[in-house]
């Protein structure tokens, strides 16, 4: 649940910190006083938009801070995240400047907004006071009836594009089957050409070394034959020489141990000298001119040159070239296979449609639950004996999200048919069908998220309705933290914890504060939301709290 609030210099307010606390918690005040900057900073702290305009007038920077209990749902992501654990807490804060830049942290270490988005997800779920608009949204009733259902669409969306992706190749195919025979013929003719050459993936290298060698075969021939001279066979040669000097210092050594240990180190020397003539005399027997291969080096060289000023690549990029030219003639004949692609768009079809309708069962089996659960809720709502159904309408074509439409249906009053709820209701009726929703889903919400938000969702109810609405929220709040904004003093008498909201100027500018109100300041609150703080008003007041204790 969350536990606190902090906000500074955010849109009205200076400094302001709010304790809550777990059950069904009001936020009441005058209207224009800041009700639901509260909402909108909370909204700020899980990731909504930054907007220069939350900078209080006068300041260089908007902050707000929110703690929750960490629920056990997100201790897997933020391990995976990177973020440490706060002993059963989870920190959140946000900044925004007069720039428009904004920051962000989680348990203290930098994070996205994007991540504050997600950790949202499984934190705080906010009824907006519009949210009777989306009910005439196809999307967002689809969307409603899908997660009641527990429908995870990402199998459908997925086989759906992979379906529109087989569909455009195989159009494409048909359209352009004279331009793709033209690009295969000419890639057929460029492989054929580059096909006679066979160049070999490391042959320019190889072929390169040769040329060389044996372009300069006699200079190499004379510098071996040279080397060979003075290492062994020259007169004097290095070997007889380091011979001479051993035995020299063999002689010095019976005089100075020294020096005969040096004799033994050019002994040892004599052996890679002697090993170096033997090879230079391999050499120069297996090493003679061949301006036979010469030749045919040359020719293959030229070859090889041509063909790569032909085709505008270094020569020992051709191979690679010809394995390109060859995968794009694979793909383009896989492009223009007419009939394997009608069969792979056969398959991506077949496997949307398997899917579609996993979808279509779950929304069948949930719907009836949904109709039936809205139409209970309503009854107390000033809709008794109306009805709510959730109709699943076929659609005429596929469609990416499924394959059929969802449309909510109302009979406002007993003894009229459901109709389209968009055509019937009216702005009153849609205000309290929304809030009929918004507690049904709640409940199953309640078991996933701690914290429910209300922002004036009951807005345009009054009377025995408005004590429906308050009955309701203290219901949900037993199982779960409910925060709401309301102008109603039948639904602040039933809450557990009630917050005003004042406005007021300090130092000749607007601010807004925030008190929690018990005992005789509570009862002046609801007097003041009945409408005065009279005597009369008073024990009005003192008796809606009562009998809501009750």
Same mark, same amino acid.
């Given at each position: ?30 209207? &224009? ?11 700020? =702290?899980?990731? %909504? ?49 007069? @720039? ?10 930098? /994070?996205?907004?994007? *991540? ?12 907006? *006071? ?12 689809? %969307? ?5 259902? &527990? ?20 159009? *494409? ?38 040329? *060389? ?10 510098? %071996?034959? @040279? ?10 040669? =290095? ?21 005969? /240990? ?33 030749? @045919?080096?040359?020719?293959?060289? /030229? ?47 077949? @496997? ?8 279509? /069962? ?61 055509? =019937? ?37 009054? &009377? ?32 557990? %914890? ?8 300090? &130092? ?43």
């Amino acid at each position: 649940m969350l536990r606190r609030l902090a906000l500074r210099d955010f849109v009205l307010v200076h400094r302001l910190e709010l304790e809550l606390g777990r059950g069904f918690t009001v936020l009441t005040g005058e209207t &224009g006083a800041g009700k639901s900057i509260l909402v909108d900073a909370l909204q700020f =702290v899980l990731g %909504a938009r930054a907007d220069t305009l939350s900078v209080r007038e006068g300041a260089t920077r908007a902050e707000v801070s929110a703690e929750f209990d960490s629920p056990a749902s997100l201790a897997d992501w933020l391990d995976e995240a990177g973020f440490e654990a706060a002993e059963g807490l989870l920190l959140l804060r946000r900044t925004v400047d007069e @720039q428009g830049r904004s920051r962000a942290w989680i348990n203290g270490s930098s /994070a996205t907004v994007a *991540q504050l988005r997600e950790a949202a997800e499984h934190l705080v779920e906010i009824h907006g *006071q519009h949210a009777w608009q989306s009910l005439t949204r196809p999307a967002a009733v689809r %969307a409603l009836l899908d997660e009641q259902a &527990g429908v995870d669409a990402r199998a459908m969306n997925q086989a759906w594009r992979a379906w529109r992706q087989a569909q455009q190749a195989l159009e *494409q195919a048909r359209t352009q089957v004279e331009a793709l025979g033209r690009e295969r013929e000419r890639l057929l003719w460029q492989l054929g050409e580059i096909d006679k050459l066979e160049p070999g993936d490391h042959e320019w290298d190889t072929l390169q070394a040769e040329h *060389q060698r044996l372009a300069h075969a006699q200079s190499l021939l004379e510098a %071996a034959r @040279q080397a060979l001279d003075w290492l062994a066979e020259g007169d004097p040669a =290095v070997d007889t020489l380091l011979d001479r000097a051993a035995a020299t210092l063999d002689d010095a050594g019976r005089l100075d141990p020294a020096l005969g /240990a040096l004799a033994q180190v050019l002994r040892e020397a004599q052996s890679p000298l002697q090993d170096a003539a033997r090879t230079l005399q391999a050499y120069l027997c297996d090493t003679e001119p061949d301006p036979a291969r010469l030749a @045919q080096l040359d020719a293959r060289l /030229a070859a090889w040159v041509a063909l790569a000023r032909r085709y505008r690549c270094p020569p020992a990029e051709l191979p690679a070239q010809r394995n390109a030219w060859r995968a794009e003639l694979q793909a383009l004949d896989a492009a223009a296979d007419l009939p394997a692609l009608e069969q792979a768009e056969r398959q991506a079809q077949a @496997q949307w449609l398997e899917a579609a309708r996993a979808v279509s /069962a779950l929304r069948h089996r949930h719907a009836p639950q949904l109709s039936v659960a809205v139409t209970q809720a309503m009854q107390p709502l000033g809709m008794a004996g109306g009805r709510f159904e959730v109709a699943l309408l076929p659609g005429d074509s596929p469609q990416p999200h499924g394959l059929e439409s969802v449309e909510f249906l109302v009979a406002g009053h007993a003894g009229s048919s459901p109709r389209p709820l968009a055509k =019937v209701a009216s702005g009153g009726e849609l205000s309290r069908l929304a809030l009929a929703i918004a507690a049904t889903t709640a409940r199953e919400l309640a078991q996933a998220l701690p914290t429910l938000v209300f922002d004036e969702i009951d807005t345009g109810v009054g &009377g025995m309705v408005a004590d429906s609405v308050g009955r309701l929220m203290k219901q949900l709040g037993a199982s779960s933290q409910v925060l709401a904004v309301t102008h109603l003093a039948q639904v602040a008498a039933c809450a557990d %914890a009630h917050v005003v909201v004042a406005k007021s100027v300090q &130092g000749g500018a607007a601010a807004t504060q925030v008190q929690l109100v018990t005992g005789e300041a509570r009862v002046a609150e609801v007097a003041r939301m009945l409408g005065g703080e009279r005597l009369s008003g008073l024990a009005h007041a003192q008796a809606m709290l009562g009998s809501a204790r009750a």
